[in-house]
């Protein structure tokens, strides 16, 4: 069974930091480009960033752009967001999303996301 | 970055009856576009993706049409399962942007 399970999320203060990760499992994690999406509470879906399968090229939302990381450990099957600099605007659920296996970044796969709340 | 524009953000439909909901790109994005449906407190699902590919499992009573900078999802007969509310997304190029949404209610 394909998968994705995040994890990490949780309560931390404004400029603080937090390092989420998503575990893949049931397809060939290396060969996709993943992704992280978030939502807002009561708001719509934002994207906020991908990374090709080989971990080698990576692209930002430009309200995370020099905050936010994007990485990957292909042997561990893994996914990671490393948030620096929080602010209370990136409160959401954020979810770890699979490429299709056709061209382009439309999203297949979702975890069931994981709730980050940026609060003082 | 390319904006999407949803219409209308909410709709009233009854089962039965046929939906269409239109999403609109601010600059061409060809065919490059998904269409999710998402309930509330549950991740988005892929319905269509490239405009009008049917994704795997997802009924034929959903069907995506359009290129260029206007498209459509239409629910052909509204099921009970459907009400919930419906994203578009393109892919044509980075920064990735999604509508705004439509909830679709029961009328």
């Known amino acids: 069974e394909v998968q994705l399970v995040e994890s990490g999320g949780g309560l931390v203060q404004p400029g603080g930091s937090l390092r989420l990760s998503c575990a893949a499992s049931?397809?060939?994690?290396?060969?996709?480009?993943m992704n992280w999406v978030r939502q807002a509470p009561g708001k719509g879906l934002e994207w906020v960033s991908s990374?090709?399968?080989?971990?080698?090229?990576?692209n930002y939302a430009a309200s995370v752009k020099g905050r936010f990381i994007i990485s990957r450990d292909n042997s561990k099957n893994t996914l990671y967001l490393q948030m620096n600099r929080l602010r209370v605007e990136d409160t959401a659920v954020y979810y770890c999303?699979?490429?299709?296996?056709?061209?382009?970044?439309?999203?297949?796969?979702w975890g069931q996301g994981t709730v980050v709340t940026v609060s003082s | 970055d390319i904006q999407m524009t949803q219409s209308p953000s909410t709709l009233s439909a009854s089962v039965g009856g046929r939906v269409t909901i239109t999403c609109r790109a601010s600059q061409s994005i060809s065919s490059w576009l998904a269409w999710y449906q998402q309930k509330p407190g549950k991740a988005p699902k892929l319905l269509i993706y490239e405009a009008s590919s049917l994704q795997s499992g997802v009924p034929s009573r959903f069907s995506g049409s359009g290129s260029g900078t206007e498209f459509t999802l239409t629910i052909s007969s509204l099921q009970p399962d459907d009400f919930a509310t419906y994203y578009c997304q393109q892919y044509n190029s980075y920064s990735l942007t999604f509508g705004g949404g439509t909830k679709v209610e029961i009328k």
């Open positions: 049931g397809f060939n994690f290396n060969t996709y480009t």
């Open positions: 999303v699979k490429d299709v296996p056709t061209w382009g970044s439309a999203f297949d796969i």
């Open positions: 990374i090709s399968g080989g971990g080698d090229s990576t």
